[in-house]
């Protein structure tokens, strides 16, 4: 992997756990997402403004078709995330998906894509699967935990953790194929199929506006949080695809796994932080691992 490309992804994992934070500590639902677009489409309107000058007459059905795909796979994965961090704690979701994800979508890139991927970085993709397995509570998912209420939590979380990786995977090919084989600009695909997600989630505000005027009081500070930087994690992350494999790309990403062990953990207080902290230092030796292969 390109040391531009490995910088990018660091940058991008770093900003990508800080939101997702953020999006947990919020406890919002379809709405929340639904602020979180608002506020993306207008603090990123010039960007996208510029980035849309002189390109949109240039695009067929084909552009339109993947910004319309990858919106709607977008907003499943949020949706269900956010349904995640209601019923289930971040330390258990959010590893789970960000580790199921990329190893889907590595294996679909190496298998259908034609992507090629060395023995060290097959090690580096088991060392990023096994960390992510301790972050998200090791043996312990495996057993679950002696409290009843707690099992059950701990068994929502490994659901809607997988769950929201299997869209992970299916959002990374498709915007990956986007970026990297039709050349399309990362931050129209992300900025435009914003407005994709728009549509999708408007109904359920305006279904029960009073209800959304009063989520948007207590949330419109995560909200904006979420909006103004999340497009930035992903932008990152696109440009990386465009100059190294996607098999790659898609494991090392989970270094937001380091910032989110060090980070989560003692804000949110889910506790284990040694198992964690081992899980987060495998993370980082097959992140490397992967930038060197």
């Given at each position: 992997m390109p040391l531009s490309a490995f910088a990018l992804v660091l940058l991008a994992g770093l900003i990508h756990a800080s939101w997702n934070i953020a999006a947990k500590k919020a406890g919002g639902d379809a709405r929340f997402a639904f602020f979180t677009s608002v506020t993306l489409m207008l603090v990123w309107a010039p960007v996208g403004a510029w980035a849309a000058w002189g390109v949109l007459p240039g695009w067929g059905w084909r552009e339109w078709a993947f910004i319309a795909f990858s919106g709607v796979l977008h907003v499943l994965y949020y949706v269900i995330l956010l349904r995640g961090y209601r019923k289930a704690d971040l330390t258990v979701v959010y590893p789970l998906a960000r580790g199921s994800g990329p190893l889907l979508s590595s294996l679909v890139a190496i298998t259908l894509l034609g992507?090629?991927?060395s023995a060290l970085g097959?090690?580096?993709?088991a060392g990023v699967v096994l960390g992510v397995f301790l972050i998200a509570g090791g043996p312990g998912l495996l057993r679950a935990a002696h409290d009843p209420a707690q099992?059950?939590?701990v068994h929502k979380g490994m659901l809607y953790g997988l769950l929201t990786g299997a869209f992970i995977a299916s959002y990374t090919v498709v915007d990956g194929y986007a970026v990297k084989f039709m050349l399309m600009s990362p931050i129209l695909l992300d900025y435009l199929?914003?407005?994709v997600r728009l549509a999708l989630l408007a109904p359920v505000v305006l279904r029960d506006r009073p209800a959304a005027a009063l989520l948007w009081a207590h949330q419109w500070k995560y909200a904006l949080l979420v909006g103004a930087i999340s497009p930035v994690s992903y932008v990152l992350v696109l440009y990386a695809m465009q100059v190294a494999p996607l098999s790659h790309v898609a494991p090392a990403?989970?270094?937001?796994?380091?910032?989110?062990?060090?980070?989560g953990g003692h804000l949110l207080g889910e506790g284990d932080r040694l198992q964690?902290?081992?899980g987060a230092g495998l993370i980082a030796a097959g992140v490397s691992a992967l930038a060197l292969g």
């Amino acid at each position: 992997m390109p040391l531009s490309a490995f910088a990018l992804v660091l940058l991008a994992g770093l900003i990508h756990a800080s939101w997702n934070i953020a999006a947990k500590k919020a406890g919002g639902d379809a709405r929340f997402a639904f602020f979180t677009s608002v506020t993306l489409m207008l603090v990123w309107a010039p960007v996208g403004a510029w980035a849309a000058w002189g390109v949109l007459p240039g695009w067929g059905w084909r552009e339109w078709a993947f910004i319309a795909f990858s919106g709607v796979l977008h907003v499943l994965y949020y949706v269900i995330l956010l349904r995640g961090y209601r019923k289930a704690d971040l330390t258990v979701v959010y590893p789970l998906a960000r580790g199921s994800g990329p190893l889907l979508s590595s294996l679909v890139a190496i298998t259908l894509l034609g992507e090629q991927i060395s023995a060290l970085g097959l090690a580096g993709i088991a060392g990023v699967v096994l960390g992510v397995f301790l972050i998200a509570g090791g043996p312990g998912l495996l057993r679950a935990a002696h409290d009843p209420a707690q099992r059950r939590r701990v068994h929502k979380g490994m659901l809607y953790g997988l769950l929201t990786g299997a869209f992970i995977a299916s959002y990374t090919v498709v915007d990956g194929y986007a970026v990297k084989f039709m050349l399309m600009s990362p931050i129209l695909l992300d900025y435009l199929g914003n407005f994709v997600r728009l549509a999708l989630l408007a109904p359920v505000v305006l279904r029960d506006r009073p209800a959304a005027a009063l989520l948007w009081a207590h949330q419109w500070k995560y909200a904006l949080l979420v909006g103004a930087i999340s497009p930035v994690s992903y932008v990152l992350v696109l440009y990386a695809m465009q100059v190294a494999p996607l098999s790659h790309v898609a494991p090392a990403r989970e270094v937001s796994m380091l910032f989110a062990a060090l980070i989560g953990g003692h804000l949110l207080g889910e506790g284990d932080r040694l198992q964690r902290l081992l899980g987060a230092g495998l993370i980082a030796a097959g992140v490397s691992a992967l930038a060197l292969g």
